[in-house]
């Protein structure tokens, strides 16, 4: 019935009956939102409707009124309303999910290295079987897998080893970037936890490519190992991971709190990064095989999926995900309504060209770090904007530079697999330290206790925050720095020193988060990570490209051209910091007053405009 109303209001207009009345533009918005499944929500207002009903209580923009029992006060937005009826121990708390978050981030921390050395033996070893084919007296020691081949320190092995883990992590981040905001919005529909196993899925079968290609390198060439990789990014990968993770605390801690627990998450990934390569370690000395920190490490990611699907309880409550299932099957019906009756002229295919352009998921993801209309400003968008370029410019130079120091460390100063696990672990401790001593203590003395009574209230970043953002930048610019000079010098002890140094620009990622969800209302935070989750994709595959292909070109001449670039990149990002204005923030009351007169007659424009393309 709503099909056919739907129809004779388009036949209509298509006759040249133009809708001009606001009994008619009713009638045809009620048709086109029943149709879409929204029979069940009242008429907006209009210009001239009366702002209190008739029994002298306001209308709330969303087609209610204000005091009924159907709205949660604002307070609940993030305090979890929907979960007080249960006990304590089954509400979500980043505390159920940081200790599996551990365990994950132990399993990545040790085969990190151990993957990267296992991938440079794997090439070297073809490296030399492919000389030997070419030239039948040319001989080679036999390749050892996860032992110190002297053999492979070649120039030639490092470019080849980093390529390899370019194109690798060109393909993983090439399906991360589509792929993560689509689980994004999924985990808006259906729930966090579900998407952050499917992330660990991906994980999985990647290693099991690797083992299965390691145990039977006479059979799977090197090459295959990328085909773990791409199934990596079409889980999501690890960055996509993180950020809904980042969207579960956001769900269950308030915004004077999000700070502290986002350095959580980061502590205990690099705490992650910091034991793991040790625990590795120690596997493989007492078994002897360097494929037993893989089984492990695949172990503790299933137990983790496991957890994760079990034990912890869903951040998102079932009204809010029906809610959020709802809302995407009208715009999605809408979307289709839309294209079933375009006009077929050049004209209207070419506005639904655009149409479909704005409405993409890029944009959709993007349009959060550009907000018009009430309540926002210039300077908020100038804020976020750079906010975002920042953050972007620091994930990319570390997303770059890992692979990079590692290959880098081996070829240079000849360090060995446990050297360089040695590394990994003594910098990423410095950046838990960093992360959980001295980022809390400065908020302590710099903002004292939080204020209880304000805590609700989101008033952008402070002097504090843009004066961390800015000295943190300023150490990871000086440890890159120093790492360029203690490769021209060769001193291993000043490239590790350069290590610490860097390490304590940790501080950097989870105050640019928290900046940029208190310069926000609560209700876009979701949106907000959502579009850095899909920049820190795009960076991990521009930057791996742009530093990988630049060591890989430089390796034979100049190696320390890769950090001195690093550097630059930073000092870019130090320089857009001093850009940022302090006490910027989305000013919601504003967007509210004036909501109310206005969210109506939008809905009727796009019902005109919906008509006047049919027509």
């Not at 991971?241 to 915004?255: E, F, K, L, R």
């Not at 590795?280 to 002897?288: L, N």
């Not at 920190?293 to 999926?305: G, K, L, M």
């Not at 959060?368 to 804020?383: E, F, K, Q």
Request: some cysteine.
């Amino acid at each position: 019935m709503e099909n056919e109303e739907v129809v004779e209001a388009v036949s209509r207009t298509g006759n040249g009956n133009q809708l001009n009345s606001k009994d008619d533009k009713f009638k045809a918005h009620e048709s086109v939102t029943a149709f879409a499944g929204l029979s069940k929500r009242p008429p907006p207002p209009y210009e001239d409707t009366p702002l209190l009903s008739q029994d002298g209580r306001r209308h709330s923009d969303s087609g209610g009124e204000d005091g009924g029992d159907d709205l949660p006060p604002r307070a609940q937005d993030w305090s979890n309303a929907d979960f007080e009826h249960l006990p304590r121990w089954r509400r979500p708390s980043i505390f159920w999910i940081l200790p599996a978050f551990l365990i994950s981030t132990l399993a990545y921390g040790a085969i990190i290295v151990t993957k990267l050395n296992l991938i440079s033996d794997l090439l070297c070893d073809q490296y030399f079987t492919d000389q030997a084919t070419k030239d039948p007296s040319f001989s080679f020691m036999p390749i050892v897998l996860g032992k110190d081949n002297e053999q492979c320190q070649l120039p030639e092995i490092s470019a080849l080893t980093s390529v390899f883990l370019l194109v690798c992590q060109l393909i993983s981040g090439i399906f991360s970037a589509i792929v993560a905001p689509l689980l994004g919005a999924y985990s808006d529909r259906h729930g966090r936890l579900r998407v952050i196993a499917i992330t660990s899925v991906g994980t999985i079968m990647g290693e099991i490519i690797t083992i299965t290609v390691a145990r039977r390198s006479d059979v799977f060439s090197v090459y295959w190992i990328m085909l773990g990789y791409a199934m990596e990014g079409i889980c999501g990968s690890f960055t996509a991971g993180m950020a809904v993770s980042n969207a579960y605390a956001s769900d269950c801690t308030p915004p004077a709190k999000r700070a502290r627990a986002f350095a959580l998450f980061h502590a205990s990934l690099f705490t992650g990064f910091a034991f793991g390569p040790l625990v590795s370690a120690e596997v493989v000395k007492y078994t002897g095989d360097i494929l037993n920190s893989f089984y492990c490490a695949i172990a503790a990611h299933v137990c983790f999926v496991i957890f994760m699907v079990a034990v912890v309880p869903e951040s998102l409550s079932k009204r809010r995900q029906l809610e959020a299932r709802e809302k995407w099957k009208n715009a999605r019906l809408m979307a289709q309504l839309e294209t079933t009756y375009a006009g077929s002229n050049g004209l209207g295919v070419l506005w639904q060209m655009f149409r479909r352009a704005k409405n993409s998921q890029l944009s959709k993801s993007l349009e959060i770090l550009w907000p018009t209309g009430s309540g926002s400003s210039r300077a908020l968008r100038r804020n976020l904007v750079l906010l975002a370029a920042v953050d972007t410019t620091c994930f990319g130079v570390a997303m770059g530079s890992m692979t990079v120091l590692v290959v880098y460390s081996r070829y240079v100063f000849d360090w060995g697999a446990v050297k360089t696990q040695q590394f990994v672990s003594v910098t990423s401790i410095c950046r838990v330290l960093v992360l959980i001593i001295i980022l809390p203590l400065l908020t302590r003395i710099f903002r004292g206790k939080t204020n209880h009574g304000h805590r609700f209230r989101h008033t952008g970043g402070d002097n504090l925050d843009l004066g961390i953002i800015r000295l943190a930048i300023l150490f990871d610019c000086i440890g890159y720095a120093g790492y360029a000079i203690a490769g021209a010098v060769g001193s291993g002890g000043l490239f590790v020193l350069s290590g610490c140094i860097a390490a304590s620009g940790g501080m950097v990622s989870p105050t640019l988060q928290s900046t940029l969800t208190r310069s926000i209302p609560p209700d876009r935070t979701g949106q907000l990570l959502g579009a850095i989750a899909l920049l820190h994709a795009i960076a991990r595959i521009a930057a791996p490209t742009i530093f990988g292909g630049l060591y890989a070109l430089t390796v034979a001449s100049f190696p320390q051209t890769v950090f001195v670039c690093l550097a630059a990149a930073f000092l870019v990002a130090e320089s857009l910091s001093w850009f940022v204005r302090p006490h910027v923030f989305f000013d919601e009351p504003a967007a509210n007053e004036s909501r109310p007169n206005t969210s109506g007659s939008d809905e009727l424009r796009e019902t005109d405009d919906l008509i006047t393309q049919v027509g």
